[in-house]
């Protein structure tokens, strides 16, 4: 009897501490360590080789079928893999040689899933207590974009099991590249408030690769520092363009021009900050700035005192959040008194009078000592 409870016991730990799936269930993860950097080139070409037959991710798909199956899919992975289909660059300039593997591979998997249970990971298949801790919105995010890039390359339906423990493995995130993670996270988190653009959530998203278990510290290193260089370029998208002024009257308008690169149109405000008290200006709201375009404004000014001074113009959104990095408007003004300039204009005129009389005088002169 007591053995048999001992049994009974064992069988229970070793099947019930599978996540969702029956013991007779066959779970298949397709997962890989990221391999494309933020601006769309590959680091290597290393993905080509386990997308064949024979490679890490080839193989799954050629087993044969033995009762149900699971497969569990980081959608990462899939986007990777949907860009070498259609054709892809490498880091080092060298020739790329998984375009057909990947198509190949794409069409295999359609096949292998049929009829199939399919789950979405987190979107880069990140640490989930990692995510959790560092932004928990984020992780939501991971999970429903995981989804809809699944369901999209598969043209299916996919579950999401976001406390089943599908998701395993710790990352090794330094707190220094952890800071760089949760910076750009943010810088992207508030331009996605303003900016309704694909490619920005698709950045977002593709942050989770920063916490993934897959990478060792090199990897970690390479992709945080890449990450920052992609969101500085998704950023400078929509900008102020920074300039030098030449100011000559007590009050005006500066000429500045808004950019925005995007696919979408954009509606921003602009707190414009003066760093000395020579001038004021005032805060521009409710801008709307067409896709694809730039749109030039007049930033009216009221000189205070003559000088140099700089305005930074950093666009927010509509909590006052800064988006993006300000732009620097450099200031030399220069005011003249009325009467002084009068002075002054006067002044060079009878001198022009004198020079003129002078000449001619010199000519008339010259004529009577000819004679």
């Known amino acids: 009897m007591k053995k048999a409870f001992l049994t009974l016991i064992a069988t229970f730990f070793l099947f019930g501490s599978l996540p969702a799936a029956s013991a007779d269930t066959t779970v298949i993860y397709l997962k890989s360590k990221p391999h494309q950097l933020f601006d769309g080139t590959f680091r290597n070409d290393e993905l080509a080789a386990d997308l064949l037959s024979m490679g890490r991710l080839g193989t799954p798909l050629e087993q044969k079928r033995k009762g149900s199956r699971t497969w569990i899919i980081d959608a990462q992975l899939l986007d990777e893999v949907a860009d070498m289909a259609d054709g892809y660059k490498l880091v080092n300039k060298e020739s790329a040689a998984g375009e057909l593997a990947a198509k190949e591979w794409l069409t295999r998997l359609l096949l292998a899933t049929s009829g ?30 995981g989804a809809e890039r699944v369901s999209f390359h598969l043209n299916r339906s996919v579950a999401v099991e976001s406390d089943s423990g599908w998701s395993t493995g710790k990352s090794r995130l330094s707190p220094v590249l952890r800071k760089k993670y949760k910076q750009n996270r943010q810088a992207l988190t508030a331009l996605s ?42 950023l400078s998208k929509l900008r102020v363009t920074s300039g030098k002024y030449q100011i000559t009257s007590q009050s005006g308008k500066v000429p500045v021009t808004v950019i925005n690169g995007f696919s979408v149109p954009v509606k921003i405000n602009i707190q414009v900050t003066p760093l000395n008290s020579r001038v004021q200006v005032s805060d521009i709201s409710a801008l709307t700035i067409p896709a694809n375009a730039r749109t030039q404004l007049a930033l009216p000014f009221t000189v205070i005192a003559p000088g140099a001074t700089t305005i930074l113009a950093q666009i927010t959104n509509t909590d006052g959040e800064f988006v993006g990095a300000s732009a620097r408007l450099t200031l030399n ?37 000819n004679k």
């Open 116 to 145: 199939d249970r399919v789950i979405a990971l987190p979107y880069g298949n990140p640490d989930i207590d990692l995510a959790k801790r560092s932004a928990p919105s984020e992780l939501r995010l991971y999970y429903a974009y």
């Open 193 to 234: 408030t303003i900016v309704s653009a694909d490619e920005v959530r698709a950045q977002r998203a593709k942050l989770a690769i920063l916490l993934s278990p897959s990478l060792n510290k090199k990897d970690r290193e390479f992709f945080s520092y890449d990450a920052t260089d992609g969101v500085e370029n998704t």
């Open 333 to 369: 003004i220069t005011i003249f008194d009325s009467r002084v300039t009068w002075f002054t204009v006067g002044a060079a005129i009878l001198l022009f009078v004198a020079a003129i009389t002078q000449t001619i005088r010199r000519i008339r002169k010259g004529r009577h000592e």
